[in-house]
């Protein structure tokens, strides 16, 4: 499939806003030879090669290969956390929320595995302007799954002695999915997100217990 | 603090067997390497600097960059199930098995955090006869989880719908420690442990609940 006409991952929709044309099909070649070759194993003239452009067209859009690598964080982690507000906007009922929120998680992380993938190993990469701007939006995308978490066993629907610890392993399973998931696999993204969300009430000892 | 030395993620246990010393150092210089630069970022020539040593006396030990990521791979792979097999050995009853074995599993994530973060990451980068190697003990792995899980189901201890799925995750949390632990965090490799067990017993559906 060629760069930027939407991806086999799913990713093409969290890509759509990118505009012009050639700065999208930019960062989805870079995504690809990120997952490929690693952050520091890509050289800008193998990403402008891979969306079919020359190096000297590559900096008509990003200046550096550090542009390209913070814009993929920056669209990826801006949609996570848009869908995690967008699950739980408006959903009633502790049990409730955490299913969606968690179902939401899950089911993003298998849709954009390989962009998650390449995010997820190569954030040491960032410098530091950068990875300060990305941390704030990953303590953000934290606390919406803590504060569901602290809600829910204050309110005494959830049965949990380690809040921090238990909404540290939820975020955990959701994310790990992108580590494994592959779109050939006998599980959609649905159902994975399905099961991340009945063992995550599991674990937060939801009363009644799902079944 | 020197390679070879030990190391502050707590690796140096699992690295004591490999002979001669000059081999220890390549491969401890080869996995600092790889978690700053990644695989293919990463030069013969870096790993045997960081090691002290000159590329020739690299060549002694190792044909290629790619047996240096097998025999860690190898190290790793191997070391993980030996600790599994070792952690439920003798230990009787289903609960206290997984318990034991979610404990070990998740432990050894965090204190080996740096070259398990390393080999997830670069698995994609093993060459196909290596890979078919390290693919057959990660199914050891995963088939040690899945028979505890299904064996506790299969006598009613468990409560499981998705015996696959389930130990999947469990397995899912277990690995996930490595991308987010550090040494420098509140909790302690222990502790991480004992979380990841009680909430494995949680998702299980464990009977009586674990408190």
Redesign the interface.
């Known amino acids: 499939m060629a760069p930027g006409s939407g991806s086999a991952d799913g990713t093409g929709g969290m890509w759509a806003d990118v505009a012009p044309d050639a700065s999208r099909r930019l960062l989805l070649a870079a995504v690809d030879s990120f997952a ?7 050289s800008t003239r193998q990403i402008a090669a891979a969306a079919g452009m020359s190096a000297g067209a590559l900096y008509v859009h990003y200046r550096t290969k550090a542009d390209l690598l913070f814009q993929i964080a920056l669209t990826v982690h801006e949609s996570v956390l848009a869908e995690l507000e967008g699950a739980v906007g408006g959903v009633e009922g502790h049990a409730a929320r955490v299913r969606a929120l968690m179902y939401a998680f899950a089911r993003w992380h298998a849709r954009h595995h390989r962009a998650a993938r390449v995010i ?2 190569e954030l ?1 990469a960032l410098d530091a302007a950068h990875a300060r701007r990305i941390a704030a939006i990953r303590r953000r995308v934290r606390a919406l799954v803590r504060e569901e978490v602290r809600a829910g066993a204050q309110a005494g629907a959830f049965d949990v ?2 809040i921090e ?2 909404a ?2 939820m975020s ?2 959701a ?3 992108c ?2 998931y592959r779109p050939e696999g006998p ?1 959609s993204p649905e159902e994975i997100g399905a ?2 969300a009945h ?1 995550s009430l ?2 937060l ?1 939801a009363r009644p ?1 799902p ?1």
């Open positions: 490929d070759l690693g952050y520091h194993g890509t997820q190993n040491g002695a380690d610890g238990t540290r392993a955990s399973l994310i790990d999915v580590r494994w599980r099961l991340t063992l599991r674990m000892g217990l079944s």
